[in-house]
Nanobody
Framework: QVQLVESGGGLVQAGGSLRLSCAAS????????MGWFRQTPGEEGELVAT????????YTAESVRGRFTISRDNAKNTVYLQMNSLKPEDTAVYYC?????????????????WGQGTQVTVSS
């Protein structure tokens, strides 16, 4: 079992920045690839970014590429999502997720564990 707890969400003006953190506990964090997803009411969840267990491979969705960066610190059992130049359309609940194995995961069904989510609201 892996427990995931997100933090760092909040209300920010358009153009601002936030850094989300996801702290993991339980089984060895470095055995899991990680991902950040987001969801708005009535919409399908969307992959934002994913990172391999070593951190040497990442993927960022086109909608946030160049503005968001995923990273991880295996010594701290934490994965981060740095979000810059935020837009109102980035408003969503953001979830981190863990999947067994090295490779990147592009769909929610590939992930084994999920956090409870953190709200990000970007005002115009």
């Amino acid at each position: 079992q892996v427990q995931l707890v997100e933090s760092g969400g909040g209300l920010v003006q358009a153009g601002g920045s936030l850094r989300l953190s996801c702290a993991a506990s339980g089984r060895a964090f470095s055995n899991y690839a990680m991902g950040w997803f987001r969801q708005t009411p009535g919409e399908e969840g969307e992959l934002v970014a994913t990172i391999s267990w070593s951190g040497d491979s990442t993927y960022t969705a086109e909608s946030v590429r160049g503005r968001f960066t995923i990273s991880r610190d295996n010594a701290k059992n934490t994965v981060y999502l740095q979000m810059n130049s935020l837009k109102p359309e980035d408003t969503a609940v953001y979830y981190c997720a863990a999947r067994s194995g090295y490779g990147l995961g592009y769909e929610g069904r590939e992930y084994d564990y999920w956090g409870q989510g953190t709200q990000v609201t970007v005002s115009s």
